[in-house]
T-cell receptor, first 115, second 114 residues
Framework: KNEVEQSPQNLTAQEGEFITINCSYS?????LHWLQQHPGGGIVSLFM???GKKKHGRLIATINIQEKHSSLHITASHPRDSAVYIC?????????????????FGTGTRLQVFP | NAGVTQTPKFRVLKTGQSMTLLCAQD?????MYWYRQDPGMGLRLIHY???????AKGEVPDGYNVSRLKKQNFLLGLESAAPSQTSVYFC?????????????FGPGTRLTVL
């Protein structure tokens, strides 16, 4: 079983719909990240959170540490939101000479929003 | 600011050839990373650097070498390319370490090894 699981793998929506993408993880984490990968391939960091909720425009990210689960919501979806959304968690990297955490990435959720 | 840039954008190699991918950032970030992205898998860390002159192995380092001679540049080398190294390679940088800080990604390099 992967340490970071995202659902659904693929999602289609009509413009204006409310979107929810889920991320579950099985390791202890320092932080959770949501990233967006555009159809052209570029990757942009959307949120980093370790508790509670963050909002940026029409995007909302929540995390429940006890349940090891995070959700990314998109309100009033638009075709320009079409992208792959990636969840990543920071977790200890044991034996690392620089004492850094490692990021474990999910495989992504592909979202298509149609007009 | 250009952010994070990568060269080249595309490359085709034959098995056994060598090449170097260049990553440059103009944000004065300490941390830099090389990832590979393969279909059906999440991004995987190849090597990373915590500052000028430092490098460390990530989760999939075999077959790759890196150097960070200048703070703004992070080079990824393939000494003897193999078809298993066909992938899209992303460089990223961050002010603090990636698990607790925002990463900025380059546009990617699509490498095909025949």
């Amino acid at each position: 079983k992967n340490e970071v699981e995202q659902s659904p793998q693929n999602l289609t929506a009509q413009e204006g719909e409310f979107i929810t993408i889920n991320c579950s993880y099985s390791v202890g984490i320092s932080a959770l990240h949501w990233l967006q990968q555009h159809p052209g391939g570029g990757i942009v960091s959307l949120f980093m959170l370790s508790s509670g909720k963050k909002k940026h425009g029409r995007l909302i990210a929540t995390i429940n540490i006890q349940e090891k689960h995070s959700s990314l919501h998109i309100t009033a979806s638009h075709p320009r939101d079409s992208a792959v959304y990636i969840c990543a968690v920071g977790t200890p990297r044991f034996g690392d000479v620089y004492n850094t955490d490692k990021l474990i990435f999910g495989t992504g959720t592909r979202l298509q929003v149609f007009p | 600011n250009a952010g994070v840039t990568q060269t080249p954008k595309f490359r085709v190699l034959k098995t056994g050839q060598s090449m170097t991918l260049l990553c440059a950032q103009d944000m004065n970030h300490e941390y830099m990373y090389w990832y590979r992205q393969d279909p059906g898998m999440g991004l995987r860390l190849i090597h990373y650097s915590v500052g000028e002159g430092t490098t460390a192995k990530g989760e999939v380092p075999d077959g790759y070498n890196v150097s960070r001679l200048k703070k703004q540049n992070f080079l990824l080398g393939l000494e003897s390319a193999a078809p298993s190294q066909t992938s899209v390679y992303f460089c990223a940088s961050s002010l603090g370490y990636a698990s607790t800080d925002t990463q900025y990604f380059g546009p990617g390099t699509r490498l095909t090894v025949l």
